[in-house]
């Protein structure tokens, strides 16, 4: 068995032995075909290398050219640099002065805009606005035209404030009508038609009438300067518009009396009842006077409708009495006249000397009122003290105001009254003893 | 120059305002009417006293109602003399009560303006100030002149019935 398998191990070597002479064989052969290329290539650069040199000479030849080149040309930009910054600044220099011009030729038209939409003049020719709004608004430069047009107006506008100029233009009437009227135009102070003061409202781009005109005597002169061509007296308002405005704002008469409060009220109730008494107690008087003296006229015919009357038809029913006895009767009877005449003279009077204290009574709540708002809201404010303070003022007005006719009317009545009661105290004894004698 | 003066008081009555025009009103009936009386007083009684005095000398000194008719002779010329008086007392009273409406709406024209303009600018107060100030001065004014004149017409009166009296006394 052992010979077997050593035979077989020496066969199997002998074998292998065999292959890599082979292998040896082959690569020797492969590394002579590459030593003889290799040769081949080194041969080839060395043929190119004086190529190669000459063709480097070339480049470098070829770049000092550029670089020469270069310098001339960074020379020239250099140069061109200058000229461009030079003429920069130059340009700076003019464009900084003209965009001064348009800003404050915006500016401007801006303000002159504002002026003119709340100006009279607006209602002559309102394309003008227009004119000014484009130039305030615009973004572009004006050009030179635009730029004239727009000092044209403005003098234009200067000139007309100074004159006094009619013409037709829309006018909404106190009764919210548009119509178009004839205006008169005083500057920029006054516009009327018929005699009514006008306003310019922007909003609605029409001249519009005061809803509270000035007054009476006021809108006869401007009828009267309207019509006339000759120099005649007008009201303008020099302040364009805002005293005219605040007409409107003056409280009315009503607007005073609701500014009293309740005192106020109470006051006027009184005083018209105060008043109204008297004018009736006025009127009984003078009946009983005319009556009165129409008895003493004729003493002999006595008529009862009066007091002199029934105090004689008493001394003559009772005549051959004593003096004594005659003196009471009719001084029984002159009493009895005497109250009839006097009765409610007083409630007058009372009336008269409540008034003014109840004006006193309103003054002190208004002033209650006006501290109330001091504690309230401090001093800061006037408009909040001018409240109270108005109601204190107009129920001392209200007060004074009912007094003074009602003090007028008591003055009246009491001598009214005292020459009666005289006529039938002293007189009717007197009257009667000379008729008799 | 009498130009310059009216326009004076025009100005004047333009600050006083429409209160002023009542004090106004009032001086000048105020004024009639002590004229009036002193025009009576000194000249028109004295022809009516005379009157009176002759138509009592035809009674009889010996009638019933003496006193009576004396004193109706008295009652009735111290009445006439006295006539008009209270009204004249009345409008010296009424006077400063006048003047005191004008301070009144002067204040009230003062504190419009504050109200309206919001501000306490003094320039602006002054028309209102005026206002309240020169009617009460013309109202004082008024009724210091007129309460002068009264009293020394109530004394000559009181003295003329006194007078009268007296002469009566002698006739009768």
């Keep these: 068995m052992i010979r077997y398998i050593l035979t077989l191990t020496l066969f199997s070597t002998l074998s292998f032995s065999m292959d890599l002479t082979s292998l040896l064989q082959s690569v020797q052969n492969d590394s002579k075909k590459e030593m003889q290329a290799e040769k081949q290539r080194l041969q080839t650069f060395i043929d190119n290398k004086e190529k190669q040199k000459e063709l480097l000479n070339q480049t470098e030849e070829e770049l000092k050219k550029e670089e020469l080149r270069t310098d001339k040309l960074k020379k020239l930009i250099e140069e061109k640099e200058k000229v461009l910054t030079k003429k920069e600044e130059e340009l700076k220099i003019k464009a900084a002065n003209l965009g001064e011009i348009f800003g404050s030729v915006r500016q401007t038209s801006s303000d002159f805009l504002i002026n003119f939409q709340s100006s009279l003049t607006a209602s002559e020719d309102s394309n003008k606005e227009e004119q000014f709004l484009k130039l305030s608004n615009s973004k572009k430069l004006a050009n030179i035209q635009e730029l004239k047009e727009f000092w044209h107006s403005m003098l234009d506008e200067i000139i007309k404030s100074g004159n006094i100029a009619q013409y037709d233009a829309d006018v909404i009437l106190a009764s919210g009508e548009k119509t178009k009227e004839k205006v008169t135009r005083v500057g920029l102070f006054a516009a009327t038609s018929n005699g009514k003061y006008l306003t310019y409202s922007n909003d609605m781009k029409s001249l519009v009438e005061l809803t509270v005109q000035p007054s009476g005597s006021a809108v006869q002169l401007a009828k009267d300067f309207e019509s006339s061509n000759e120099i005649s007296n007008i009201i303008i308002d020099p302040t364009r518009g805002t005293l005219f405005e605040m007409i409107a704002n003056n409280p009315t008469i009503m607007d005073r009396i609701t500014q009293g409060g309740i005192v106020g009220y109470i006051i006027l109730i009184l005083g018209a009842l105060g008043l109204l008494f008297a004018l009736f107690k006025m009127i009984v008087l003078n009946i009983s006077s005319i009556k009165i003296k129409k008895q003493m006229k004729n003493i002999s015919e006595i008529n009862q409708d009066n007091s002199l009357g029934k105090i004689a038809h008493i001394f003559y029913k009772n005549s051959n009495d004593s003096i004594n006895d005659l003196e009471i009767k009719i001084g029984q009877a002159i009493l009895k006249e005497t109250t009839q005449i006097k009765k409610g003279q007083s409630f007058v009077k009372l009336l008269a000397a409540v008034t003014p204290l109840l004006g006193l009574l309103g003054t002190v709540t208004g002033m209650i009122a006006t501290f109330q708002a001091i504690t309230l809201f401090g001093t800061g404010d006037p408009k909040l003290m001018a409240g109270g303070i108005s109601t204190a003022l107009i129920t001392t007005v209200l007060g004074l105001v009912t007094a003074i006719p009602l003090l007028f009317a008591y003055t009246y009545i009491s001598s009214k009254s005292e020459e009666l009661v005289s006529i039938l105290e002293e007189q009717s004894i007197g009257l009667l003893a000379k008729t008799l004698k | ?172």
């Design chain 2, 1 to 172: 120059m009498i130009d310059l003066y009216i326009d004076d008081l025009f100005s004047f009555f333009d600050k006083g305002g429409l209160v002023l025009y009542f004090v106004f009103f009032l001086a000048i009936i105020l004024w009639t009417l002590l004229i009036e009386r002193y025009v009576y007083v000194s000249f028109t009684y004295k022809k009516e006293k005379k009157a009176i005095i002759k138509e009592l000398e035809d009674i009889p000194s010996q009638t019933k109602f003496k006193d009576e008719i004396k004193r109706y002779f008295l009652h009735s010329s111290s009445f006439k003399l006295k006539s008009g008086l209270d009204l004249i007392k009345t409008m010296i009273m009424v006077c400063p009560l006048i003047g005191l409406l004008g301070t009144v709406t002067g204040m009230i024209e003062v504190f419009d303006v504050m109200a309206i303009t919001g501000s306490s600018d003094v320039k602006s107060m002054a028309n209102g100030v005026s206002m309240a100030t020169i009617p009460t001065m013309a109202g004082m004014a008024v009724a210091l002149s007129g309460i002068l004149f009264e009293k020394k017409l109530e004394l000559s009166i009181r003295y003329k019935i006194q007078k009268f009296e007296l002469e009566l006394s002698k006739v009768i």
